[in-house]
């Protein structure tokens, strides 16, 4: 095992071996294997916002086969989808490549102003389908987050009692928040330790951005003159805000954007010490050779052979 792994999991001594030695699956997959980064492919987004949004870009994506294959094929750590497509794909790929079971969902036919997603999978299912991790979604500022914790805490600690890893979606979302504010760096520090003080071994949050939400919370930022000024910056805050770095926390690639964006921002997230990215539209939206070439890239700015 390389020494970084070995570093990472001494900070999740306090979980079971089956849920470090899944953790040790997914560091150790892939192309960054051993590195401690993370590369992940998600595939919610025809749950999430309907199927021709996310698959008529690239058609082939209608077959759940072709995202587990893509994910495998490219050298990612792990590939995360609802239970539909993990039912469809468990059989060829649970031994292939760590799969992560997304068992909690959220549609925009019903686009709340506070949402709560539906409980649609179960750790037991997780189990069943060979995977390494469930993966769950919070949105912290919403009015049904007491709700989301409770129902976390409870398939959390089934999730660790099987072995299973548990990663966490960490969205600030709600009508309190403004749509600035949903990726502000306050905010997106707090969302980060809130997952983690919920247990999550892994962390997902996006990346933030310099406006600060919170009045309170500006106070502080300016009378510490904390550093924000650059995505490092921000990102490194974030990272900080996870246990001091004790807790692995990766970044959304969110929307399709062009390359050089998209290279910039991982740059920024590598930069300030993010653990890695879970990348969607930006790579399944496009043809596969060129999917390939994408994420090949996005591997090698990570292991930093691209600077």
């Known amino acids: 095992m390389q020494e970084r792994v070995r570093e990472i999991l001494s900070w999740y001594e306090h979980d079971n071996p089956g849920v470090r030695a899944n953790l040790a699956r997914m560091l150790n997959h892939g192309k960054l294997g051993g590195t401690g980064k993370l590369?992940?492919?998600p595939v919610d987004q025809g749950f999430e916002h309907g199927p021709a949004r996310s698959f008529a870009p690239n058609p082939p994506g209608y077959d759940p086969d072709y995202h587990a294959q893509l994910a495998l094929d490219s050298g990612c750590n792990a590939y995360a989808a609802p239970l539909g497509f993990i039912e469809s794909v468990a059989s060829k790929f649970a031994a292939e490549i760590p799969l992560i079971l997304k068992i909690n969902s959220h549609e925009v036919l019903c686009d709340?102003?506070?949402?709560?997603?539906?409980?649609?999978?179960?750790?037991?299912?997780?189990?069943?389908?060979?995977?390494?991790?469930?993966?769950?979604?919070?949105?912290?500022g919403s009015a049904h987050f007491r709700a989301m914790y409770e129902q976390l805490r409870q398939v959390s600690e089934e999730a660790k009692a099987s072995g299973l890893a548990v990663v966490v979606w960490s969205y600030p979302r709600g009508s309190n928040l403004s749509k600035e504010g949903e990726t502000a760096i306050d905010v997106a520090a707090y969302a980060a330790q809130i997952a983690c003080q919920l247990g999550a071994n892994i962390v997902k949050v996006k990346p933030p951005t310099a406006h600060i939400e919170l009045a309170e919370?500006?106070?502080?930022?300016?009378?510490?003159?904390?550093?924000?000024?650059?995505?490092?910056?921000?990102?490194?805050?974030?990272?900080?805000?996870?246990?001091?770095?004790?807790?692995?926390?990766?970044?959304?690639?969110?929307?399709?954007?062009?390359?050089?964006a998209v290279f910039d921002e991982l740059r920024g997230i590598?930069?300030?010490?993010?653990f890695g990215s879970i990348i969607g539209r930006n790579s399944f939206q496009r043809p596969k050779d060129k999917a390939l070439e994408f994420l090949a890239k996005v591997m090698d700015i990570y292991a930093g052979k691209i600077k």
Do not use: W
Request: charged letters at 25%; one cysteine or more.
């Open 112 to 140: 709340e102003k506070d949402p709560m997603p539906a409980l649609t999978a179960s750790p037991r299912d997780a189990l069943r389908l060979g995977c390494a991790a469930i993966g769950y979604t919070i949105y912290p």
């Open 217 to 260: 919370a500006k106070k502080v930022y300016e009378k510490y003159a904390i550093p924000m000024a650059t995505l490092a910056d921000r990102v490194r805050h974030v990272v900080q805000s996870s246990f001091n770095g004790k807790r692995i926390v990766i970044f959304s690639g969110g929307a399709a954007k062009d390359d050089a």
């Open 270 to 274: 590598r930069d300030g010490g993010g």
């Open 39 to 41: 590369v992940i492919l």
